[in-house]
């Protein structure tokens, strides 16, 4: 679906974490404690046939022949779009595991985004494939664990989850 010289792109990404809880002396407070990061990488192409153009053939009629507008026009220039992002973290629980709390921040930019804009009906085309610039996501979630009762007969686990995120256009392609 895209040119041949862009056919083929790479997208790697990696990630780790480390439980720094293991490494410290055991407590009454702290029961667990872990780190986390990670970056990444990934492609997409386009829709399928979106570097070719059709081409309508004329329609008789008696004597009147017509052609209407051909529907797409191809684009033989079109490149993967690519998302590029990163996130760091820390999940840290409390009291015996009573009480919790997981923490995320989040940056996902996302490059040669593919789109099809609707075209002016004057060019003989509706619509075409382009590379139209980028999108940038920065946010983060946190959620809240507790267990208020936990015997041998009940367990009652809860759950506070906030989430933000702020989305906003990165660079255009001309």
């Known amino acids: 679906t895209l040119p041949i010289e862009n056919r083929s792109y790479f997208y790697p990404s990696v990630s780790g974490s480390l439980v720094f809880s293991e490494l410290i002396p055991h407590n009454d407070i702290l029961t667990f404690g872990?780190?986390?990061g990670s970056w990444a990488q990934v492609g997409k192409d386009a829709n399928a046939y979106a570097t070719l153009t059709y081409v309508n053939s004329p329609i008789?009629?008696?004597s009147y022949t017509g052609i209407g507008n051909q529907y797409t026009s191809g684009n033989p220039n079109l490149k993967p779009e690519?998302?590029?992002s990163w996130e760091v973290g820390?999940?840290?629980r409390f009291l015996d595991n009573r009480i919790g709390l997981d923490y995320t921040y989040y940056h996902s930019q996302t490059t040669n985004q593919i789109?099809?804009?609707r075209l002016s009906n004057a060019g003989g085309y509706i619509f075409t494939s382009i590379n139209s610039g980028s999108v940038i996501n920065d946010g983060m979630e946190i959620a809240i664990t507790g267990k208020p009762v936990s015997t041998?007969?009940?367990r009652w686990d809860v759950m506070?989850?906030?989430s933000y995120n702020k989305g906003r256009l990165g660079d255009f392609l001309p």
Do not use: C, H, V, W
Request: charged share 25%; no cysteine; aromatic share 10%.
């Open 90 to 92: 820390g999940e840290f």
């Open 34 to 36: 872990k780190l986390r």
């Open 152 to 154: 041998k007969d009940l």
């Open 115 to 117: 789109a099809q804009p």
């Open 82 to 84: 690519i998302q590029t």
């Open 60 to 62: 008789t009629i008696g």
């Open 160 to 162: 506070l989850n906030f």
